[in-house]
């Protein structure tokens, strides 16, 4: 049952969060860290759906008590009832599109795609009779509890009518802090008093678990149609994994209309004749930790290497740290284990302040010391760490002379070397970087993850979540380069002096949301402190990731046409500017004409560059040489070889670019 849900939601938290630096993975992950893959499964010997006549409900048939099927309205008239099997939907019930949806009421990607994705679908395909949503609950029982509680109690609403039934659906995911760690049932109780329903009915029908068994059929029949992880769609059969962003959805409803299969639908390749073994953990030293915390006999050990002047360390430690020490340290599930691994080309200061870590320890306060330089990070990266670090050990009251002594003697160095060293052999590439029970999880996820991570890790299953097969099928990966790599230039589009002394090269994707961030709140900068003063040369390169962005081609052709006319830096920031308005759209060629237009350029001769489609074997063998360097997601970045992946802060650049002009 949980084969994948664990990388499931690590994929939608990178996608869409704003805790991801990077857009979506665009090849496997390298040797140390196997290839982790949603690997949707075409459903076999189910017949399509069918959604009931007017006149016919079976009460019988779905387990509700409805008696009629008078067409109802929800709070946005759109028309809601049940199927004949007893499924709730939304839309017209002969739409030409249906979308099924196996859902989980306490999965936060779950409540994420009520909240941002399913309003939209709602105000446009659905409202407008393109596609009827139908509902399936698929309750994650070991790791969601009151997950079936909310289930049954949609349902028990569901008996008083089906817009009761999605009223009931829409209070529960849109306040589910308010139930999931409290008396479900006696907050869903107050959910029917502000629907106005029969409470006493409603309580009687939740305290019975009425709808328990057909709850566990949902499970059942999402189970033999290959659903393992919440939420799960079917788009006219066809398989859509994940809460993915309301553009994939658009893509996926119109590749269906036109009667096209979806990329996520190919057939299943044949079966090995020997079963996949499954991915061996990682096993790492429990020698040269920094500190530990927690029972050495939990069931799982996550090992994390940090840099304590690593930005997305110091979130991790301030957001993430405390609750898993409450939920998972405290209560002898987790034993954690701290490494160091400085980005010393990035963060020339995290090493200093690991060694302060570890010399605070000698005096029993490394969870202190380590607690109060992510606090400070700004004032001892941006200072003197030396004497940052002395100060901060002095206000926790350790012996400031045996600290200074410590850290004068370089005690630590060769061992948070060695910190570093096994890191990279087990492929870590930045911080911070987990293993559970020896699997690798990479970047600051929120505690959700790391909930389900342990989870799996508690019951021997989290082996299944990397899919071996898919990953045995894949061509090796590309390591993510650890030092300077010779990224070519000539005949890219750049901007700056070209006898720059650093050259930055960007491999971008234009419907990439992080691509667009950086481009809206660091590239400026960079522009304004290091392009326009002749100290960097900035190179544009392509990297779109068309199975998540299918428009990102042909913007990056249209940013090329541009070029022609030597707009090509003009187009690029036009599209970045108004990608929220081509992104979605099918008719994107006449948008980028008007852009072209808007530029002053000979939109004849651009119409013509753009239908010729010239440029795409340029921009495929863009994609090809960043993928030979290790570039995984959008957007990535080389300075003067160096690789840094990811939207990250103006703040790493800055750092980044003075050190290689103090060379």
């Not at 857009?23 to 399509?48: Q, R």
């Not at 999931?180 to 106005?196: D, K, M, R, S």
């Not at 954690?336 to 200093?352: E, G, V």
């Not at 508690?458 to 390591?479: I, K, N």
Request: with cysteine; hydrophobic share 40%.
């Amino acid at each position: 049952m949980k084969k994948q849900i664990f990388w499931q939601y690590i994929i939608a938290t990178v996608l869409l969060s704003l805790l991801a630096v990077a857009c979506g993975p665009a090849s496997p992950a390298s040797p140390a860290n196997p290839a982790i893959k949603e690997t949707p499964v075409a459903p076999t010997g189910v017949a399509d759906e069918t959604i009931a006549p007017d006149d016919s409900t079976s009460s019988a048939a779905r387990g509700q008590d409805t008696s009629s099927d008078n067409k109802e309205t929800d709070a946005n008239g759109i028309e809601v009832g049940f199927t004949e099997d007893g499924h709730p939907y939304r839309g017209n019930r002969h739409a030409p599109v249906v979308l099924e949806e196996f859902s989980d009421y306490q999965c936060p990607f779950c409540a994420r795609f009520f909240a941002q994705t399913l309003p939209a679908l709602e105000t446009n395909q659905i409202a407008s009779g393109q596609a009827v949503l139908i509902f399936y609950d698929f309750p994650l029982t070991s790791i969601h509890p009151q997950a079936t509680a909310a289930a049954n109690a949609a349902r028990c609403a569901g008996d008083q009518g089906a817009a009761a039934y999605w009223g009931m659906h829409d209070l529960i995911f849109a306040n589910g802090e308010a139930w999931a760690n409290n008396n479900a049932n006696t907050v869903f109780a107050g959910f029917a008093g502000q629907l106005g329903l029969d409470t006493a009915q409603f309580d009687a029908c939740q305290n019975s678990s009425k709808y328990a068994d057909a709850i566990q059929s949902d499970v059942d029949l999402g189970r033999s149609r290959g659903v393992s992880s919440t939420p799960s769609f079917f788009i006219n059969n066809q398989p859509l994994v994940g809460a993915q962003p309301l553009s994939v959805f658009n893509q996926a409803i119109a590749t269906v209309s036109d009667g096209g299969a979806l990329a996520s639908n190919e057939p299943e390749p044949a079966q090995p004749s020997q079963p996949a073994a499954a991915p061996t953990p990682a096993t790492i030293s429990t020698d040269n930790i920094a500190a530990a915390m927690g029972d050495p006999n939990a069931p799982v050990t996550i090992i994390e290497y940090t840099d304590y002047q690593c930005p997305f360390c110091q979130r991790h430690a301030q957001q993430t740290v405390p609750q898993l020490i409450t939920e998972m340290i405290e209560t002898g599930r987790v034993y954690y284990i701290m490494k160091d691994f400085p980005l010393d080309n990035l963060h020339p200061n995290a090493r200093a302040a690991a060694a302060a870590a570890r010399c605070a320890g000698e005096q029993a306060l490394y969870w202190e010391m380590h607690d109060v330089i992510f606090d400070n990070q700004a004032n001892w990266a941006e200072n003197d760490p030396a004497l940052v670090l002395a100060d901060l050990a002095a206000e926790l009251g350790l012996d400031i002379n045996s600290f200074n002594e410590c850290v004068d003697s370089h005690k630590y160095d060769d061992v948070v070397q060695a910190n570093l060293e096994e890191g990279m052999q087990l492929g870590v590439t930045g911080t911070p970087a987990f293993f559970i029970n020896g699997f690798p999880v990479s970047g600051a996820q929120p505690f959700s993850v790391f909930e389900y991570g342990i989870g799996l890790a508690e019951e021997g299953t989290l082996a299944d979540a990397y899919v071996p097969r898919e990953a045995a099928a894949q061509p090796t990966a590309v390591p993510q380069p650890s030092g300077p790599v010779n990224v070519p230039i000539e005949g890219a589009y750049s901007i700056g002096d070209p006898d720059a002394p650093v050259v930055m090269v960007e491999y971008t994707d234009f419907q990439c949301p992080f691509c667009s961030r950086h481009f809206q709140q660091t590239f400026p900068q960079i522009k304004a402190n290091f392009i326009d003063t002749g100290l960097v040369r900035y190179v544009f390169k392509d990297f779109p990731l068309t199975s998540i962005h299918p428009q990102a081609v042909g913007a990056a052709v249209a940013a090329r046409c541009a070029g022609d006319q030597g707009a090509y830096a003009a187009m690029h920031d036009a599209l970045f500017t108004a990608q929220s308005q081509w992104s979605n759209q099918s008719n994107t060629a006449e948008l980028f004409a008007g852009y072209a237009s808007q530029l002053g350029l000979d939109t004849a001769v651009f119409t013509e560059c753009l239908n010729s489609n010239q440029y795409e074997s340029a921009i495929q063998a863009d994609l090809q040489e960043g993928s030979s360097f290790g570039v995984r997601g959008t957007p990535a970045f080389f300075i003067n070889g160096n690789f840094v992946s990811g939207a990250q802060p103006y703040s790493v650049f800055e750092q980044a670019i003075n050190s290689l002009l103090n060379q």
